[in-house]
């Protein structure tokens, strides 16, 4: 037991700090990539040894823990049973036993029984697969929700080009091409974990455009107050309830009730009048913090505080996806490496396991694409139930991720083309192709010999 345990001491080891020194390297750059997205300041990185070693720990634990159960369930066999290779032949599982092979061809009675014969190892290919797929979804899914988000730009609430923010109130009439609207954050409770951003334009805006879930234009007037569709889902609320908020300078405390939700990813936005807002605010009537307008327009510059637009955000996510590329590549490309080798290493016990029976079918005159079929093709169907189980799982945890976006208002829905799907197939099959050529080449390696020492044993 101590010679073969040196075995996974020794790979899960130097695996373990390998894997961490090329973790340590390649976090860094990963790690600036998200801040060019996410403008947080962060002073210095901060490296602890406690999750290096851990690590590099936990690796040999699970290795080890698998590998004594293995040996150890060798082991218990006899001498003599081990000298037979008793311990290898492979048992008739229950599966196998009520399946009906009788009106199929021998190639695919062979190929079927040979899959079944190991519902661990089975099993073991599926996850495999599973797991790649999950790696490929998470760059194919971040790539097509950001360039959905990017392109609803032309298709959102807002389609002013220019914001310019003012110093003071202003309520006489915004220069010629603009308008005036007002804007004020406020949170939902007094732990100020939850913000919103309530708007205050005019009924007529041409830069304001609300609708609802069936495409109908929806009216800011007065005491009317509309919720974008991601607040209302994110804090589950509906048409009539009651919204209650505070003001996070004086702490004054407001409630309204929603008169409706209007269809947009903006973010967490509520809608009203210019008049309703100035009567919450306390404000005169009429009165505004901003001028909103589609060109450049001019204002005298002591009136700004600073100029905002909302392709602010779509260029920061497009120079975002422009970094992210050579991230999403290299999880396509560790996604591939995965599936290659968890679906050579099934492929070759498989094959370790069947030396005898490729050996007798060389005797017997099969050709080298026959014998390859044979051993190699019936996985093909358990890859396919890999990736199909791996596209609606990575879906799922991308959704997951994108929840860290709500507290930057920032509403990423996650997305998935078909073209993605079928480029994820296209690699996933390609991963098993080459899979199967290096096990080819483990087939045409086995000696007539092998037949004949089987015989001997």
Not at 135 to 155: P, R, T, W
Not at 349 to 377: C, P, T
Not at 400 to 424: C, Q, R, T
Request: hydrophobic fraction near 45%.
């Amino acid at each position: 037991m101590r010679h073969y345990l040196n075995y996974p001491i020794i790979f899960s080891s130097s695996g373990g700090i390998i894997g961490g020194i090329l973790g340590l390297v390649v976090q860094k750059y990963i790690f600036d990539l998200f801040l060019t997205f996410l403008p947080i300041p962060i002073a210095k990185l901060s490296y602890s040894p406690i999750y290096f070693i851990l690590g590099i720990v936990l690796s040999m634990v699970f290795s080890i823990i698998a590998s004594y159960l293995s040996i150890n369930n060798v082991l218990k066999s006899s001498p003599v049973s081990l000298m037979k290779n008793e311990g290898k032949q492979q048992k008739v599982n229950f599966i196998e036993r009520k399946l009906r092979l009788d009106k199929f061809k021998f190639k695919n009675k062979f190929a079927i029984r040979e899959q079944l014969r190991s519902i661990s190892r089975l099993i073991f290919m599926v996850v495999g697969v599973c797991i790649a797929t999950v790696l490929l979804m998470y760059g194919f899914i971040a790539k097509c929700s950001m360039d959905y988000m990017v392109n609803q730009e032309g298709n959102d609430v807002f389609s002013y080009k220019y914001e310019y923010i003012l110093k003071e109130l202003r309520n006489e009439s915004p220069p010629k091409g603009g308008e005036g609207i007002s804007g004020v954050k406020f949170v939902l409770d007094s732990e100020m974990n939850d913000d919103f951003e309530l708007i205050g334009t005019n009924d007529n805006s041409q830069m304001v455009s609300l609708k609802d879930k069936n495409g109908n234009e929806l009216s800011v007037g007065d005491d009317k107050f509309i919720v974008t569709s991601t607040m209302a889902k994110k804090y589950k609320q509906s048409i009539g309830d009651e919204l209650s908020f505070i003001n996070i300078v004086n702490d004054k405390e407001y409630s309204i009730e929603i008169s409706d939700i209007a269809k947009t990813n903006a973010g967490d936005y509520v809608f009203t009048s210019l008049d309703s807002f100035s009567e919450i605010m306390g404000w005169e009537k009429g009165e505004y913090n901003a001028i909103i307008s589609k060109s450049h327009i001019d204002i005298n510059k002591d009136l700004i505080y600073m100029i905002n637009t909302p392709s602010n955000l779509t260029n920061m996510l497009k120079d975002y996806m422009q970094l992210m590329s050579a991230f999403i590549y290299g999880i396509a490309f560790v996604a591939f490496i995965i599936g290659v080798i968890i679906i050579y290493i099934v492929a070759s016990i498989s094959i370790d396991e069947n030396k005898n029976h490729i050996a007798l079918m060389k005797v017997f005159g099969y050709k080298k694409k026959e014998i390859n079929s044979l051993m190699l093709n019936g996985s093909r169907i358990y890859v396919i139930l890999g990736y199909i189980m791996g596209v609606p799982i990575g879906y799922f945890i991308n959704k997951l991720i994108f929840k860290i976006f709500e507290s930057l208002d920032i509403e990423l829905e996650a997305k998935l083309n078909l073209f993605y799907v079928i480029i994820g197939f296209v690699i996933i099959a390609i991963t098993f192709e080459v899979s199967k050529f290096f096990c080819a080449r483990k087939i045409n390696k086995i000696a007539l010999s092998e037949a004949l020492k089987t015989q001997n044993e």
